[in-house]
């Protein structure tokens, strides 16, 4: 069984359709920005990759997250043909941090907090009419898991459209818990090389159609082959490779493809020395019968971690990949760990096409994973 | 119906920790392993370990391929308000190390997987009023896909500082403190390891409206019904509300199919205010309560539930178990625990039926 995807957006400190935040991350352009709105006399770091709208720069604005979300959310389902969906459509909301900005604000008293600001419901349904929604917060793998129950409830016969998106904005506490535990503060993100010194946080939203094959005669993004959803249940925060690898093989099981299909993999690429070490010792073990195997890159040097829209951005930059025939490469990766060696890291340069079967990660805090696989679309 | 409705999925566990007199989690919960736990961690954590026992499970090897879900809305907020505040009077430095991983609200699912190898799925749903019953639902659907050999459902909401400032702003006066868990398996695997099933998942429906969510739960005919109990009993209840109606409706299972319904209420249509209107009326709830009286079909339904986000409505149904013969409840609560490990008596004195309810809430150490 495949699932296709009709209709994508996205929005990220590197632009705000998919084509853009691609072709940004293909001309190399990468690189935090200093932080707008947070007192950066309170953080080692000063640096995020932000999503540059606020109104007034410097000043704080509660429920970015959702706002990002509901315009995700609409352009994905136009993108799809369905400006007006209906109302029972299914909407699966991956998030690490939901609202917790505005409680925040809120909490130091600058602004109100209402417990449907707490999940994304009550947005969705005043703006788009959709009262289906669940918000999913199994941590930065949360998109990626939203994908995965899309397909099962496509597949169980519970729906044949479902929208699966994942939004977050930087919370000060988590800017801060990560400025606490990585010190020095990493500069840029530079995945999978020996000088990397972890990750840096970044916002943004993304969503996808997904619709039952065959539902859907107009143009198609993409096709989800499977998705895998498991925990390490190994170490609270250090995730473990055979986790990692055990979500891959079920990933392959489900979409039915051998370790020689996979063209391409977009790692989680956290760029901390245990989340990098942990997906490159996987992919050593998966792929080490493929020849040649697959090329290996990640995105976030280009836009920061996302949080729980991570893997789902991941999923719609390899599909873009597929389409334009290439590959962004691993920004700042100049020297490779010895894991990564025997792997097919693209550096320096995109990698060019074609490419059919893309693999896409997502390890989240609390050892949770999820992988995708998806292919490019003839239509 | 549905082919998530079509795999028979059993209820096969229930546990409570909810504080109350003489059991303060952040007391009673201090063991080994709790320390650098949050509040919403510790119930959670402490839950999962009762509920194992109650289906016979701890330690199992169906553990490794099953699925954790956990509904909380507001299970990680001391965390981020404390460490929000930590910078404000300070600066990131001074922020605890041991409290990162809390500002995730999936971490007491990940804990919980950590403590008893579940390797499978791992959830985390915050859906507002609806989500216990979205994640009993959602479990079902993860067993039925073949993602998930059984499925421990946790519903959480712990009394935390900013919590208990969030409700009293919404006109909220009782709120939950504690955790509510169920086991669900496929029916066969049940029936071949000799679980007793409790209930067995009917029909899920969500819409916008009540009447929608029951008529797309199939339930339309059900004349038990379930819904403000457990406000009336804990106060709001949140992100537990659904998984407590199902632990309640099980406990209490006769021959009848019962209805749960989460998030009705006035502000259903979607103009938000339910969430203050509908929620706080705690004391509204308890002056039309009657509920613990099983007897007759009237008993169980209320004019609507209490917790409601005015954006949408969850409908569950829970039939009796096939095949077998009707029980009294009382027989129920009596049957052996499975488990081995002690309960500490503080446990069982959380959750004081209140004089409504005809059985307590089972203990491992009954």
Same mark, same amino acid.
């Given at each position: ?12 400190? &590197? ?39 606020? &109104? ?5 604005? +509660? ?23 209906? %109302?029972?459509?299914? @909407? ?22 209402? %417990? ?60 801060? =818990? ?18 990397? /010194? ?20 107009? /143009? ?22 055979? =986790?990692?690898? /055990? ?17 391409? @993999?977009?790692?989680?690429?956290? =760029?901390? +020395? ?19 195997? +697959? ?31 290439? &590959? ?7 020297? %490779? ?6 792997? /097919? ?35 | *119906?549905?082919?998530?409705? $079509? ?20 007391? $009673? ?58 910078? #404000? ?54 067993? $039925? ?5 059984? $499925? ?89 509300? !659904?998984?407590?109606?199902?632990? *309640?409706?099980?406990?209490? *299972? !006769? ?13 259903? #249509? ?7 209107? !509908? ?5 509204? #709830? ?10 007759? #079909? !009237? ?68």
């Amino acid at each position: 069984m495949s699932w296709e995807i009709t209709g994508m957006s996205a929005v990220c400190a &590197l632009g705000d359709t998919v084509a853009d935040i691609h072709g940004a991350l293909c001309s190399g352009r990468s690189g935090p920005a200093p932080l707008s709105a947070f007192d950066a006399s309170k953080y080692r770091a000063g640096a995020a990759y932000e999503v540059p709208d606020r &109104l007034h720069p410097g000043v704080e604005e +509660p429920l970015r997250a959702t706002r990002w979300l509901v315009r995700v959310v609409r352009e994905a389902l136009a993108d799809a043909g369905l400006p007006e969906p209906d %109302p029972g459509l299914p @909407v699966l909301v991956g998030t690490t941090h939901r609202e917790m900005r505005t409680t925040e604000l809120w909490w130091r008293h600058e602004g109100p907090l209402s %417990p449907t600001d707490l999940h994304f419901t009550s947005a969705l349904h005043t703006a788009l009419g959709l009262h289906h929604v669940h918000t999913v917060a199994s941590a930065c793998a949360a998109s990626l898991y939203g994908l995965g129950m899309a397909t099962d409830l496509i597949a169980l016969g519970e729906a044949d459209t479902v929208v699966v998106a994942g939004t977050d904005a930087i919370p000060a506490s988590s800017f801060g =818990g990560f400025d606490r535990i990585q010190f020095p503060p990493p500069d840029t993100i530079r995945a999978f090389d020996r000088s990397r /010194r972890g990750m840096i946080m970044g916002e943004g939203a993304v969503a996808v159609v997904v619709r039952r094959a065959g539902a859907h005669l107009g /143009r198609v993004h993409g096709r989800v082959r499977g998705v895998s959803m498991n925990c390490d249940a190994s170490h609270p925060t250090a995730p473990d490779a055979a =986790g990692i690898v /055990r979500a891959i093989e079920d990933a392959h099981r489900r979409a039915a493809v051998a370790p020689d299909d996979i063209d391409l @993999v977009v790692v989680h690429g956290s =760029g901390t +020395p245990q989340s990098d070490l942990a997906e490159a010792v996987a992919l050593r073990d998966v792929f080490k019968a493929a020849d040649p195997g +697959p090329l290996v890159t990640a995105i976030k040097g280009g836009m920061g971690h996302i949080s729980g829209g991570a893997g789902l951005l991941n999923l719609v930059v390899a599909l873009e990949s597929v389409r334009t025939r290439a &590959l962004p490469a691993i920004s700042d990766l100049t020297a %490779p760990i010895e894991e990564a060696k025997d792997l /097919r890291l693209v550096i320096g340069a995109p990698a060019p096409g074609p490419f059919g079967t893309a693999q896409v990660h997502a390890v989240g805090m609390g050892g949770i994973n999820a992988v995708a696989i998806v292919e490019g679309a003839s239509r | *119906m549905s082919a998530a409705a $079509a795999v028979r999925t059993a209820i096969t566990g229930v546990g409570w920790a909810v504080a109350g007199p003489g059991f303060d989690p952040a007391v $009673a919960l201090a063991v080994r392993g709790m320390r650098h736990k949050d509040r919403s961690s510790r119930f959670a954590v402490r839950v999962a370990q009762w509920t194992l026992e109650d289906a016979g499970l701890l330690s199992a090897p169906e553990l490794d391929g099953a699925a954790v879900v956990v509904s909380s809305n507001f299970g990680n907020l001391d965390a981020v308000c404390d460490c929000v505040t930590t910078i #404000a009077t300070s600066c990131s430095r001074d922020i605890s190390p041991m409290r990162v991983p809390h500002l995730s609200s999936a971490v007491s699912a990940a804990w919980i997987a950590l403590n008893h190898g579940i390797r499978g799925p791992n959830l985390t749903l915050c859906n507002g009023a609806s989500g216990g019953l979205d994640a009993v639902a959602a479990a079902r659907n993860l067993i $039925a896909a073949g993602r998930a050999t059984a $499925a421990l459902v946790i519903g959480v909401e712990p009394d935390t500082e900013p919590v208990a400032r969030l409700h009293r702003e919404t006109g909220g006066t009782r709120w939950l403190d504690g955790a509510v868990g169920l086991v669900l398996e496929p029916v066969p695997q049940a029936e071949s390891r000799g679980a007793r099933i409790r209930a067995e998942i009917g029909g899920y429906g969500r819409a916008a409206d009540e009447p929608s969510a029951v008529r797309a739960a199939g339930a339309t005919a059900i004349r038990r019904r379930l819904d403000a109990e457990p406000t009336v009993r804990f106060g709001r209840c949140s992100g537990a509300l !659904g998984v407590m109606q199902c632990a *309640m409706a099980v406990e209490r *299972m !006769g021959d009848e199919a019962v209805l749960a319904v989460a998030g009705a209420g006035a502000g259903a #249509a979607g103009d938000g205010s339910g969430a203050r209107a !509908g929620a706080g009326d705690v004391s509204g #709830a308890e002056a039309r309560a009657g509920a613990g009286d099983v007897s007759g #079909a !009237g008993a169980w339904s209320g004019a609507g539930a209490w917790e409601c986000d005015g954006t949408s409505v969850s409908a569950l149904v829970l039939t009796p178990p096939r095949g077998t013969a009707p029980t009294p409840p009382q027989g129920r609560a009596s049957t052996p625990p499975r488990g081995t490990a002690p309960t500490p008596p503080q446990g069982r004195a959380s959750t004081p039926p209140q004089g409504t309810a005809p059985t307590p809430p089972r203990r491992r150490d009954t």
